[in-house]
């Protein structure tokens, strides 16, 4: 399975934009789904995660009630829609394909290539 992440892009703080991971060679269904990011010098974090039927989602501490993952299988995409972004915000955004728990441990067994997003303050 191939993912390609898109969607990112240069923002103002307080603003929105949404990420899209799309899968070819495979599909997304009966896999979980996580999006992870890296800013410029840190270490690689776990952002987002949805469960394989999309009933389940888990947020890190710092995207919570800012960003929603949601997954369309039909369209075989995954989505981040992240509002009122913050400086902090701004790194290269990655998904990844795996188990829920795995993901959310920052264990993924498929990785894509990553959308970069800044956040002007």
């Known amino acids: 399975v191939q993912l390609q992440a898109s969607g990112g892009g240069l923002v103002q703080a307080g603003g929105s934009l949404r990420l899209s991971c799309a899968a070819s060679?495979?599909?997304?269904?009966?896999?979980?789904v996580g999006w992870f990011r890296q800013a410029p010098g840190k270490e690689r974090e776990f952002v987002a995660a949805?469960?394989?039927?999309?009933?389940?989602?888990y947020y890190a501490d710092s995207v919570k009630g800012r960003f929603t993952i949601s997954r369309d299988d039909a369209k075989n995409t995954v989505y981040l829609q992240m509002n009122s972004l913050k400086a902090e915000d701004t790194a290269v955004y990655y998904c990844?394909?795996?188990?829920?728990?795995?993901?959310?441990?920052?264990?993924?067994?498929?990785w894509g290539q990553g959308t970069l997003v800044t956040v002007s303050s």
């Open positions: 060679g495979g599909t997304l269904r009966n896999w979980a």
């Open positions: 949805t469960s394989w039927s999309g009933s389940s989602t």
């Open positions: 990844s394909l795996g188990f829920y728990g795995g993901l959310v441990s920052g264990t993924g067994d498929y």
